[in-house]
């Protein structure tokens, strides 16, 4: 295969992944498949490099999968998202191709082998490869010079900074050396430059793990050296596919032509902005099919919002292209056809990404449509400068591109602050660089990585809530201690436990951890990396590592939280009964007093369709079917048809939750033995929590009698309050209803005759200027309708060639102020705009407001300074109208 490929001119994407994974497969590797996205490790956000899955390997907290390994590991970063289609390399999503050696083969290998790959299997020359390396590498030197024969000005040392690489202040760290490709080999090797990103490009990184870094900066050898390397795909198939840049690789470029080729556009001939807005919708596509296969669901918080994000500016940049129709689902396609021979799951999981990318595309077009009224009304508010706040918050909020709102905002006239957008833009980054692009490789006081010091816990809770147990880690405030004391509060880890960690949307058992002389009430148990953490307080004894205990769970809450897990399968049943088969669980809550189920649908869920839910859930517990539970192989779960929650990750043994004939899911969780047992059901609650998922809350068992209870309570009190039985309460809440209908017509009735009393006066009052008539006036306890209706009905008494300005404190407790202002048509024509006017007024009184040329409405603060925004008014209009008299 290899010598095939070196013959061929151009190289796909394809052939480079499958080229290095054999080549180091040859030299007796481990191919490793590629990681989820969404990684083990709780310190990073997503998968941001391709050595993360081996982090807890070259720690030396899990067993190395073999002495080498090789992968090409799916990898998102978005820290500099901004260079994305700006730079010929960026990228948010990118495949990293990398061999490791967990204390095997070192520095001679390791460069050998990679000059091997890239000349002999690549087909390189070596006239354009330049290699760097750290200054005080002096093996590595010596080998690449001596060994691989390189020109001695071929090899550039480099310091700390550039050549070292270290996971943080402490901990493994070591020199690297890096392999560049030279693109204009011509210009020779005097002053070589590797900062020069038009003549070179580094695309094969490989890192010599060798040091530990102590508190003080002191280094000290590791006992085993390790070897961490890193090709990027995309680089290298630039680099043998002679092409400009990354985005023009067959990688991507497939799903820049299906764009271009929607937008109506030629690629080649396109300017450089058209280009850059290709190349964002061609990179992001990639990373979104990736994200929502691997189960990240859009959302404001996390890697939801990352996901959000990208489809957002997908979306912003189609339409700078011209797109204002859906077009997102058309360019996944592309992406999942190019990339499901490597990524099955792209193929297994394509409806399920299309739809939600559509649904994700049609939130957001509403959203820029919101974006596009609050352009409006901050142009026709009077204001004449756009906020950097207000700006930003169109950018991000609303998909407005900067230059968009400074494009409609220049034809309006106004200018936009660009200094504070840019302030804005940058608290942003700073907030983005949270989910930080560094792997912490160190091993000082963080419980995250305390916790991979203890073997898996065993549970045995199913079948007995009594066991024993020893006492394996206790933790106070994340630091491990040898014992405590009465009082304080505690996480234990036990070898073995009958407790149920919080797992699968359950909610961790309750209960006590005790011996004769000790007594724990254990209020919560979560499970890190399959580590039981028990959260509690002593409240009699000392506790202290290895001593043997008992522990006992609560019995009455354990029977709760299994009755509510029960039911909420068989309501996620019901549901694909009721509503749609592709009904799918998008998160859950099983807690001891209620349930909560999250699940996609594009709709709300009808009453009807509840009450069928409902009444179908009910007629299986009464029908009382036994619930059979067992193990098996994953592949036969899902062969007989068990569900799987997307995303979640499951081992190849699972356990299979089957109520015969009704539902069987994969699951982990505590259950009845029988249906009847839930006792009924009753559905409390139904709500949209985001685009295309809803939300149910239910209860079952005791939690569902004490709801039914109270309600009945609740019908009796009103029952007596209204003195009526409780099947007469509708007809007589219906008679009140009217009664009060009633009575509000008479009151807003009354109200409009006083309204109209004072200001009916004032039309014969009215301010001649010129050909134009005025009434500026305080109208005091009118509300906000009251105040448009008069006037609104001044303005309609007077003419065309009327302006009327009221202003007035609707109520004197509240220390509120509201204007009005309404012009006659004629004075619009003159260009008029009653929106700007009444900002300016307002302004004076600590207030804003906007509207429409003809008519507006504002509210205030300072009521002290009523009468200044009015005289304001008065000064302000004079002048207009008698210029207007005089033409």
């Known amino acids: 295969m290899t010598s095939q490929l070196i013959k061929k001119k151009i190289i796909t994407g394809d052939e480079i992944r499958k080229a290095f994974l054999n080549f180091y497969y040859e030299k007796l590797h481990k191919i490793i498949p590629s990681a989820s996205l969404i990684p083990d490790d709780p310190t990073v956000m997503l998968t941001i490099a391709g050595m993360l899955p081996f982090k807890p390997v070259f720690l030396g907290l899990k067993e190395r999968p073999s002495k080498r390994a090789t992968s090409s590991q799916k990898c998102i970063r978005t820290n500099d998202i901004e260079n994305v289609g700006v730079t010929a390399r960026h990228h948010t999503f990118f495949e990293m191709l990398g061999n490791f ?26 006239e354009n490869i330049i290699v760097s390396v750290f200054h005080e590498d002096d093996d590595s030197v010596k080998i690449w010079k001596e060994d691989i024969g390189i020109h001695p000005k071929r090899i550039i040392k480099l310091g700390e900074k550039d050549n070292f690489w270290s996971s943080g202040k402490t901990g493994p760290c070591g020199p690297c050396s890096e392999l560049y490709y030279d693109f204009k080999p011509e210009k020779g090797l005097q002053n070589i430059d590797l900062e020069d990103g038009d003549r070179f490009i580094e695309f094969y990184n490989l890192v010599f793990m060798q040091y530990n870094r102590d508190h003080d900066g002191q280094l000290t050898d590791l006992k085993y050296k390790n070897i961490d390397t890193g090709m990027g795909l995309e680089r290298m198939a630039q680099i043998l596919q002679k092409k400009k840049n990354n985005y023009e ?14 937008s109506k556009i ?19 596509t990639r990373a979104v099919i990736h994200l929502i296969s691997d189960g990240v669901v859009a959302s404001n918080l996390g890697r939801g919002y990352i996901l959000r994000r990208l489809i957002r500016r997908m979306v912003r940049h189609g339409r700078l292209l011209g797109l204002k129709n859906e077009f997102l689902s058309k360019l996944a396609s592309v992406g999942i056809k190019l990339m499901q021979e490597n990524y099955t799951d792209l ?17 957001f077009r509403e959203t820029l449509d919101r974006g596009e009224k609050l352009l409006d009304e901050l142009i026709s508010s009077g204001q004449k400068i756009i906020t950097g706040f ?4 169109l950018y991000d909020t609303y998909g407005f591109p900067l230059e968009l709102t400074q494009e409609i905002a220049q034809e309006n006239n106004i200018s936009v602050d660009i200094k504070g957008f840019e302030k804005e833009m940058s608290a942003q980054k700073e907030r983005a660089k949270a989910a930080s692009h560094i792997i912490d490789l160190t091993l000082e006081g963080s419980l995250e990585r305390e916790i991979d010091l203890f073997d898996k816990t065993i549970f045995n809770g199913y079948d007995s809530l009594d066991s024993e147990a020893e006492i394996k880690g206790i933790f106070l405030e994340s630091t491990l201690v040898k014992e405590a004391s009465e009082g304080q509060k505690v996480l234990i880890v036990l070898d073995q436990s009958s407790f149920y960690g919080e797992s699968g949307g359950q909610v961790g058992d309750v209960g006590t951890i005790f011996t004769n002389d000790l007594e724990v009430l254990v209020d919560n148990v979560i499970r890190k990396k399959n580590v039981f953490l028990h959260y509690g307080i002593v409240k009699k004894g000392i506790l202290t590592l290895g001593q043997k205990v008992k522990t006992k769970v609560n019995d009455l809450a354990r029977a709760k939280a299994a009755a509510n897990h029960t039911a909420t399968h068989l309501l996620q049943s019901a549901l694909k009964v009721v509503v749609n088969q592709s009904v799918g669980q998008k998160g859950s809550l099983v807690a001891f007093n209620k349930l909560r189920f999250d699940f996609n649908s594009s709709q709300p869920i009808t009453k009807d369709q509840i009450f069928k839910v409902e009444t179908l859930v009910n007629s299986w517990i009464l029908e009382n079917h036994s619930l059979d539970i067992k193990n098996m192989a994953k592949s036969e779960a899902l062969e007989r048809g068990a569900v799987a929650m997307f995303g979640e990750k499951y081992d190849d043994e699972v356990r299979v939750v089957d109520v015969p004939g009704v539902s069987m899911e994969l699951c982990g969780g505590t259950h009845v033995k029988t249906t009847s047992e839930l006792g009924c059901f009753k559905i409390i609650s139904e709500e949209g929590i985001s685009a295309g998922v809803r939300r149910i809350e239910a209860l079952s068992g005791q939690s569902a009698f004490e709801y039914f209870s109270d309600k009945n309570s609740l019908v009796n009190q009103l029952s007596d309050l209204l003195k009526a039985n409780p099947n007469q309460l509708l007809d007589r809440v219906n008679s009140l209803q009217s ?11 009354m109200k409009n005759e006083i309204a109209y009393f004072k200001y009916s006066s004032l039309s014969s009052s009215a301010n001649k200027i010129g050909l134009f008539s005025l009434i500026i006036s305080q109208l005091d306890g009118l509300d906000g309708n009251s105040l448009q209706s008069a006037a609104l009905d001044l303005t309609s008494e007077l003419g065309d060639k009327s302006v009327v300005i009221l202003g007035g404190i609707p109520d004197k407790e509240n220390r509120k102020l509201l204007f009005v202002v309404s012009f006659g048509e004629d004075l619009v024509k003159r260009g008029m705009h009653a929106g700007k006017l009444i900002n300016d ?9 906007g509207g429409k040329p003809n008519f507006a409405q504002a509210g205030a603060k300072d009521i002290d300074r009523l ?17 207007y008299s005089d033409k």
Do not use: M
Request: charge should be negative; include cysteine; hydrophobic fraction near 35%.
């Open 841 to 849: 007024i307002a302004r004076i009184c600590s207030g804003g407001g």
């Open 266 to 284: 030629d690629y080649y001939s396109s300017d450089e902005r058209t280009k850059i807005s290709l190349k964002i919708i061609g990179d992001h």
């Open 347 to 363: 193929k297994n999981n394509s409806d399920h990404i299309l739809s939600e990318i559509k649904i994700e595309e049609i939130r």
């Open 867 to 883: 009468n200044d925004a009015l005289e304001y008014a008065r000064k302000d209009l004079r002048a207009k109208l008698l210029s």
């Open 249 to 262: 690789t067959d990688l991507i470029f497939p799903i820049i032509q299906k764009a271009a080729e929607i």
């Open 739 to 749: 009664e009060l209908f009633n009575k509000n017509k008479e009151i807003q009735k």
């Open 101 to 126: 050696s967990f204390g095997d083969y070192f520095k001679q290998e390791a460069i050998e082998w990679a000059w091997e790959l890239v000349t002999n299997i690549y087909g390189l020359s070596s």
């Open 390 to 393: 207000k700006a930003f918050e």
